[in-house]
Each structure stands twice: as C-alpha cells, then as structure tokens.
C-alpha cells in the first residue's frame, strides 16, 4: 500500500467521523481533534477504523501518533511495512 493509498483512507475515514468536514483540506501537521472539531470519542472511532479497514493493530498508547494526518500515514506505513516485511 502506497502512501497516498494511505493518506486517502485516513481521510475517507475521518470524512466518516465528521461528515461535515473536508479532512482533504486539512494541513498535514495540523492537529486533526482542532480541526475537525472531533473529541475523544471520535478519535476513538476513527482509531479503530482504520484498525478494521488496514488490519493494523494500533494499542491506545499510539493514539497520539494519529492526531495528525501526516503523523497517521507514516505511523500505518510502518506498521503495514513491518507486517509485510
């Protein structure tokens, strides 16, 4: 999986969470519970979104690393690498 395949399923998932939001408009670095306006329990449904979607285990304490877009595509870019490595 490329890293745009990536970026575009962390952003169709976010979309998921916050239809009213365009999350591809989003800067990459910028904090997603901000722009959004999504809270906790929203960063916990996106979490495991993209557990179930990327078949990606992600423990509560990487969480943090998915706040930002671009922290969320190289956080599963890694992951899925090491799984297929």
Same mark, same amino acid.
Request: hydrophobic share 50%.
């Given at each position: 999986m490329t890293p745009q &395949?990536?970026?575009? *399923?962390? =952003?169709?998932? %976010?979309?998921? =969470? *916050?239809?009213?939001a365009d999350a591809s408009a989003v800067p990459g670095d910028a904090d997603l519970r901000e722009?959004? &306006? =999504?809270?906790?329990?929203?960063?916990l449904n996106f979490v495991t979104a993209l557990h179930k979607r990327l078949k990606v285990d992600i423990p509560d304490r990487d969480q943090p /690393?998915? %706040?930002? =877009? &671009?922290?969320a595509?190289?956080?599963?870019?890694? /992951? %899925? *690498?090491a799984r297929t490595g």
């Open positions: &395949d990536i970026r575009a *399923a962390v =952003i169709e998932e %976010l979309e998921n =969470i *916050a239809p009213e722009e959004l &306006d =999504i809270d906790s329990m929203d960063v /690393k998915l %706040l930002t =877009i &671009d922290g595509v190289a956080y599963l870019q890694e /992951k %899925l *690498a």
